[in-house]
């Protein structure tokens, strides 16, 4: 699945590797679940989340946990624009 729409390892990078993984996946660099209750591996320091022990986006996995997550978040907006919420 090298470097395809769902997978893209950019070994290039100056931070390559920024987690303990056999391999990374780039794609999702900065995780767009960073404003979502996302169920990944973060904490909060004030305000601010840390998700640097969270390897979801860089996992084989990855494209699909993230791609599905956005999904589910879009159908509950859709639901709560349906009901008037």
């Not at 993984?21 to 305000?47: S, V």
């Amino acid at each position: 699945m090298k470097n395809s729409y769902r997978w893209f390892e950019n070994k290039e990078c100056k931070y390559y590797p920024c987690h303990d993984l056999k391999e990374i996946n780039c794609m999702f660099c900065f995780c767009p679940l960073y404003y979502a209750d996302c169920g990944g591996n973060y904490t909060m320091a004030g305000n601010v989340k840390d998700c640097s022990m969270c390897t979801i986006p860089h996992a084989p996995h990855g494209w699909d946990y993230i791609v599905g997550k956005i999904s589910e978040i879009n159908e509950n907006k859709k639901g709560d624009t349906e009901s008037g919420t």
